[in-house]
């Protein structure tokens, strides 16, 4: 157990820039020790990155240090205060009920990070919650949040996973885990609603402020600063939920206290990426609307925008009908934006390169609406045409003129053949975070402490583009009984 003044030197690590805001932004405390924590694994290549210094810690002492026994020397840990709109339903206290904020680390491109350890014990916000995580939500957030980044997706990313020698309770006795985290940021849209809830305008300026600062400071010289934010935001989260539909990814929980205002992936309880192309596909086991289907996420997120202009009104404008306005010509580019990503993404994936056709959009739409009446898998059906492999490939009626019509459109783009194959392979991965994959790595180490798997499907993960004979049986969809229908969020 920790004893006051027990620190570990992190020389990487310095005091989290969101610790200095006023005492209303958070809560300060430190997170609650457990009982025998071991190093489940830790993230060398994203910590060399960050510069933390942790590498030359023995694996006791990482486990020490991100299960929260000890704690970096001089940093002031916090847990955040948010809101949010979860389902569509307003809850005006959230906060960070489990996750304490360590500092923050200046990574390589100058930038700084947010580290924070999540499952480390009960804080103010906890709601009744016990705040500890259990080992399967965490190797699932490790395993997906990582290969989101090597998928090239904004995503929070994981630095280390560490057991706690103790259980957690969800239904039955589960073993704990505590999960450190890094993200731009970990402020969220909901965030900005906790104090425009209790119209406390000099906090939402302060916290637009630090946003500007924090993740677009050319902006802090503009006419309207706050207006210029909320486009920024608007166009990374275009470029986001484009960037998920190009690989079948479901968020799964997209509620307004799961969207981060620097454009990254945040909070991956429930998500799962498609096996068989559905746009109405719902994994999340809470989503019995299915209001984060598949198909939905871009609605959701316009949806989510709007509540996030809502926030910003007083600082864009004094009047509020010319605030209003303002932020609905903003709002008004998500829908273009949003579609002319996802095309240029997808007309990459069929690979086309030269300049767009009227009827790309149209082509596209085919494929998947032949892919859906086929049941065809996303990863595969794209991976494949990659090497123009027809055969055996779609059964389904259309499916043969589709194709005629797709060779007779890249017959009109003049790239050469290996270099619109290398182009395809490139943006079509063989391997994603299947669901099935993902839950044999969770019984093999729940069950069993056996981290094999879990070690294996990360190294896998870690180059998705790259067929490796080796790791052929990852390339394939479950079989019907191996298919893995409902996942769960971790609280």
Not at 95 to 108: C, N
């Amino acid at each position: 157990m920790r004893s006051v003044g027990d620190c570990i030197p992190l020389p990487g690590l310095h005091p989290a820039a969101y610790a200095a805001l006023p005492e209303r932004f958070h809560a300060r405390l430190d997170p609650v020790p457990v009982a025998n924590p071991r190093l489940i694994k830790y993230n060398e290549a994203l910590a060399d990155e960050l510069g933390l210094g942790a590498d030359a810690l023995t694996p006791e002492a990482q486990a020490r240090l991100f299960s929260g026994n000890a704690a970096p020397c001089g940093v002031r840990p916090i847990a955040a205060a948010y809101a949010g709109h979860q389902f569509g339903v307003f809850v005006p206290q959230l906060g960070d009920g489990r996750a304490i904020l360590l500092g923050d680390a200046v990574a390589r491109n100058g930038r700084s990070y947010d580290v924070q350890l999540k499952g480390s014990g009960r804080t103010p916000y906890s709601r009744g919650g016990d705040g500890r995580a259990a080992v399967g939500p965490v190797l699932r957030e490790f395993l997906v949040s990582e290969a989101m980044h090597a998928l090239g997706i904004p995503s929070t990313r994981t630095l280390a996973a560490v057991t706690t020698g103790e259980s957690v309770y969800r239904e039955v006795p589960l073993p704990g885990a505590v999960l450190t985290r890094v993200a731009a940021s970990h402020v969220r849209v909901g965030t900005f609603q906790y104090f425009a809830a209790r119209g406390d305008l000099e906090a939402l300026r302060t916290l637009a402020d630090y946003a500007i600062a924090r993740h677009h400071p050319g902006l802090q010289s503009a006419e309207r600063p706050h207006l210029e934010l909320l486009r920024a935001v608007m166009l990374a989260q275009a470029e986001l939920i484009a960037r998920w539909m190009q690989v079948g990814f479901i968020h799964g929980v997209m509620n307004t206290d799961n969207m981060a205002v620097s454009g990254e992936t945040i909070d991956f309880g429930p998500c799962a990426f498609m096996d068989e192309f559905d746009p109405a596909k719902v994994f999340s086991s809470i989503d019995s609307r299915g209001r984060y289907a598949y198909g939905n996420q871009p609605h959701v997120a316009a949806w989510n925008l709007t509540r996030f202009a809502e926030t910003l009104l007083p600082l864009i404008d004094a009047d509020t009908d010319r605030a209003v306005a303002l932020a609905s010509e903003v709002l008004g580019e998500f829908g273009p934006g949003y579609s002319r990503r996802l095309l240029d993404g997808m007309r990459a994936k069929i690979g086309l390169v030269a300049s767009r056709e009227d009827g790309d959009g149209g082509l596209i739409e085919t494929l998947l609406d032949v892919m859906h009446k086929g049941e065809a898998d996303f990863t595969v059906t794209f991976r494949r045409l990659c090497e123009a492999d027809m055969s055996g490939l779609l059964a389904t009626p259309g499916f043969d003129a589709w194709s005629e019509r797709w060779q007779s459109r890249l017959a009109r783009d003049p790239t050469p053949p290996e270099e619109r194959a290398a182009r395809m392979r490139a943006v079509n991965p063989v391997y994603i975070p299947r669901n099935h994959r993902i839950e044999q790595a969770i019984v093999a180490a729940v069950e069993n402490g056996d981290f094999g798997p879990f070690e294996e499907l990360a190294a896998v993960l870690s180059r998705p583009f790259e067929a490796r004979r080796e790791f052929e049986a990852y390339a394939e969809p479950p079989r019907a009984e191996q298919r893995v229908t409902k996942t769960f969020c971790g609280t």
